[in-house]
T-cell receptor, first 117, second 112 residues
Framework: AQTVTQSQPEMSVQEAETVTLSCTYDTSESDYYLFWYKQPPSRQMILVIRQEAYKQQNATENRFSVNFQKAAKSFSLKISDSQLGDAAMYFCAYRSARETSGSRLTFGEGTQLTVNP | GAVVSQHPSRVICKSGTSVKIECRSLDFQATTMFWYRQFPKQSLMLMATSNEGSKATYEQGVEKDKFLINHASLTLSTLTVTSAHPEDSSFYIC????????FGSGTRLTVV
């Protein structure tokens, strides 16, 4: 079974600074997807960024980028130029690539990010 | 993009009654939907996988008779909490989609 670990229960960052959230996972599969989801106080889960395991290039979405190290099974999220609206719980998640719509997501425990003005 | 609508957003019910939560895929057909439960400041816990036209697959420890799931069409899955008790009070979320799943806005259930 796959597992996802987020070792930082809480992180804080000053507005406009950069912060990196850590995530490691364990799997025996070679083809999978990794995600970072954001859950603000409204509790709506929002997809931040996605990485396909077969792609060597790290995914980037505006101020959000990942450092995907497949051999090390590490998938960290970097948030640049942090904004107050980035404050949220962030979840790292894993999904097998065996099916396009039937494979479950395995979530990490979450990291609560605080952005200080 | 894929949109998932979940209703109601909040519900308060009396102990012993049943509550139905709906999850709809608005712009795509979802053969599979997922139901999660989340306690405050905790991660999402998968309760069951809902499959259109067949029985749901429940995770270990989830009571099938308490949490009834019906996925009668390609755009609608429902979760019914039967004979609800205060310990069933929680935040319930559904999701569906492709590759990166889309989540409903969640339902906060309070049983009094």
């Amino acid at each position: 079974a796959q597992t996802v670990t987020q070792s930082q229960p809480e992180m804080s960052v000053q507005e406009a600074e950069t912060v990196t959230l850590s995530c490691t996972y364990d799997t025996s599969e070679s083809d999978y997807y990794l995600f970072w989801y954001k859950q603000p106080p409204s509790r709506q889960m929002i997809l931040v960024i996605r990485q396909e395991a077969y792609k060597q290039q790290n995914a980037t979405e505006n101020r959000f980028s990942v450092n995907f190290q497949k051999a090390a099974k590490s998938f960290s999220l970097k948030i640049s130029d942090s904004q107050l609206g980035d404050a949220a719980m962030y979840f790292c998640a894993y999904r097998s690539a065996r099916e396009t719509s039937g494979s479950r997501l395995t979530f990490g425990e979450g990291t609560q990010l605080t952005v200080n003005p | 993009g894929a949109v998932v609508s979940q209703h109601p957003s909040r519900v308060i019910c009396k102990s012993g009654t049943s509550v139905k939560i709906e999850c709809r895929s608005l712009d795509f057909q979802a053969t599979t939907m997922f139901w999660y439960r989340q306690f405050p400041k905790q991660s999402l816990m998968l309760m069951a996988t809902s499959n259109e036209g067949s029985k749901a697959t429940y995770e270990q420890g989830v009571e099938k008779d308490k949490f009834l799931i019906n996925h009668a069409s390609l755009t609608l899955s429902t979760l019914t909490v039967t004979s609800a008790h205060p310990e069933d009070s929680s935040f319930y979320i559904c999701s569906a989609g492709f590759y990166g799943y889309t989540f409903g806005s969640g339902t906060r259930l309070t049983v009094v």
